[in-house]
């Protein structure tokens, strides 16, 4: 009977953790997050999968500007910046969205909102 409430409790806590999964994120599949790291000339993960209206966060690590520029002008792209962290909210209507930053050539990542 111990083991078994055991089992369901470290079920239970699993399906509570939050909303960061981490994983190998290297064939672009979208990870469930709303933080995004900005280091290497990367945004990392790349692909992230939010929730209707959800606020994602950008972190820059590196010593040198970054900026979050959406091809979609519903989002309100996130102005060149080199610390620190800046939001932008998503679209409450559900699809992929691809951004880059426009100061590094190759740097891209997309937001697919469920």
Do not use: E
Not at 6 to 20: K, R
Not at 69 to 84: D, E, L, P, R
């Amino acid at each position: 009977m111990h083991i078994r409430w055991l089992v369901l409790m470290c079920v239970a806590a699993a399906a509570c953790g939050g909303d960061t999964v981490t994983g190998d994120n290297s064939n672009n599949t979208p990870t469930a997050t709303t933080s995004v790291t900005m280091s290497s000339k990367l945004f990392q993960p790349a692909a992230i999968l939010v929730s209707k209206g959800a606020t994602v966060t950008w972190t820059n690590q590196d010593n040198f500007p970054h900026n979050v520029t959406f091809s979609n002008a519903s989002i309100v792209s996130i102005a060149n910046f080199s610390t620190g962290s800046k939001t932008a909210v998503m679209p409450t209507i559900a699809g992929t969205y691809s951004y880059q930053c426009t100061i590094h050539p190759g740097m891209n990542g997309t937001v697919t909102v469920q």
